[in-house]
């Protein structure tokens, strides 16, 4: 039997126990996975799975230090410690979104830099749902091809995340979206539903 506490952090046998709340890897306590880029990280986890054919996917949990909600922990989460009622992590919107394309026909949509964007689609009947989260720290112009030029969409970034760690059913705040290009801040994750 091993001792968790006998092992070296160094090495990646075990965590880094991170209280301080920095970016660091095997960590213990993750700021990010609360963070949009914890739910780009998620996204584009997802979408190279679909890619390779994986038939289904465990990701996080729902709650505690990697939960999609906020619970109260023993270690500071910085902007969730003191939100009233319920409060949701960025990620918990990607979940809920990827959840109801299960056992929907996937669609081979592509990125050409899937270093910088990765998308997700599928479609459910007459709709067709695109996912696309821009991976980097800067804004991303997007090119879309293959799809119609209208379309609803709903964006989580920056501007929206106060709304989105309050509201369960932020995904469903849709606007009209026409054309072809659009613009992601960085990290952040549009979802566009075509027809239907």
């Known amino acids: 039997m091993v001792n968790r506490n006998q092992l070296n952090p160094i090495t990646g046998v075990t965590y880094t126990q991170n209280p301080d709340n920095h970016r660091v890897t095997m960590a213990r306590v993750e700021p990010r996975h609360r963070a949009l880029f914890g739910a780009e990280w998620h996204l584009g986890y997802i979408s190279q799975a679909a890619r390779g054919d994986v038939e289904a996917v465990t990701m996080a949990s729902p709650a505690g230090e990697f939960g999609i909600v906020y619970s109260k922990l ?38 050409s830099d899937t270093e910088r964007l990765r998308c997700a689609a599928w479609r459910n009947g007459q709709a067709t749902h695109l996912w696309l989260a821009n991976l980097r720290g800067d804004d991303l112009t997007v090119e879309l091809s293959g799809f119609p030029r209208s379309a609803t969409m709903s964006v989580l970034d920056e501007s929206s995340f106060d709304a989105a760690v309050r509201d369960s059913a932020f995904g469903d705040r849709e606007a009209a979206f026409a054309g072809s290009t659009l613009t992601l801040a960085p990290f952040a994750t549009a979802a566009l539903t075509f027809g239907g």
């Open 74 to 111: 023993p270690h500071a989460q910085p902007g969730y410690d003191g939100v009233e009622g319920a409060a949701f992590y960025p990620v918990f919107h990607i979940i809920r979104g990827m959840s109801a394309a299960a056992g929907l026909p996937s669609i081979d949509a592509q990125s």
